[in-house]
């Protein structure tokens, strides 16, 4: 079992930036891949961006350049800065975390407005 608590989301001006947090207990040991996912109202589910047990990051071509993601080992916590906020990016935001065995857990999820 793995439990994931997200915080940071919040209401942000265009152009603006926050920085969202997920923090991780549980079976850690397990987790081969950390991820943020976002969904916007009316849409799917999407990712956004994920990292490697070795640090290894993708992201969506959306985000490239404007999102990070990282990882604090010793607090067993996972960032994603995002900076440059378009309207577009309002969403709720996902953390994720995939298992070896491929079993996926969510986190409730942090709502990231972002007015114009």
């Known amino acids: 079992q793995v439990q994931l608590v997200e915080s940071g989301g919040g209401l942000v001006q265009a152009g603006g930036s926050l920085r969202l947090s997920c923090a991780v207990s549980?079976?850690?040991?397990?987790?081969?891949?950390m991820g943020w996912y976002r969904q916007a109202p009316g849409k799917q589910r999407e990712l956004v961006t994920t990292?490697?047990?070795?640090?290894?990051?993708n992201y969506a071509d959306s985000v490239k350049g404007r999102f990070t993601i990282s990882r604090d080992n010793a607090r067993n916590t996972v960032y994603l800065q995002m900076n440059s906020l378009k309207p577009e990016d309002t969403a709720v935001y996902y953390c994720?975390?995939?298992?070896?065995?491929?079993?996926?857990?969510w986190g409730q999820g942090t709502q990231v407005t972002v007015s114009s």
């Open positions: 549980g079976s850690i040991f397990a987790i081969r891949l």
């Open positions: 990292i490697t047990r070795d640090g290894d990051t």
């Open positions: 994720n975390a995939r298992l070896a065995s491929l079993m996926s857990y």
